[in-house]
């Protein structure tokens, strides 16, 4: 097993999306494009870093990521969001992608990452993150 596989696997974290595997992010073979997939985990992880910023943010890095199982055209895929850490002016988040298979209502886990984002201001620099309450 390792580092991102769990033994009795839930997903952790909040929902942040949920959509579709649809055609055209597939490859000739079907499969859905790693690429793609990493741009929708990028989403869903700006999405809860700018609740947390207050604002804009900016993805500075993936700090890991391994694809587990590949995602076939028509799964339902969620993406859940955990904070890891918080810093002056950024944010550490895994984000964990889930498949529902339509055809077997088999639930599995796909891949996750941990992203780094920035609090940026309309300029495009660093900027502190609000207080936390």
């Given at each position: ?43 869903a992880g700006t999405a809860m ?85």
């Amino acid at each position: 097993m390792n580092d991102f596989e769990q033994e009795d696997p839930t997903p952790q974290g909040d929902l942040a999306l949920q959509l579709t595997a649809l055609p055209r992010e597939s490859n000739g073979f079907g499969d859905i494009y790693g690429g793609w997939l990493v741009s929708q985990m990028d989403l869903a992880g700006t999405a809860m870093a700018s609740r947390i910023a207050g604002g804009r943010v900016a993805t500075v890095a993936i700090d890991r990521m391994a694809f587990l199982v590949p995602v076939a055209v028509g799964a339902q895929l969620s993406f859940y969001t955990q904070t890891l850490e918080i810093g002056r002016s950024s944010i550490k988040m895994r984000v964990e992608v889930w498949s529902d298979e339509l055809h077997s209502s088999e639930w599995r886990k796909v891949t996750e990452a941990m992203l780094v984002f920035v609090a940026i201001d309309s300029s495009g620099r660093t900027r502190p993150l609000p207080p936390r309450r």
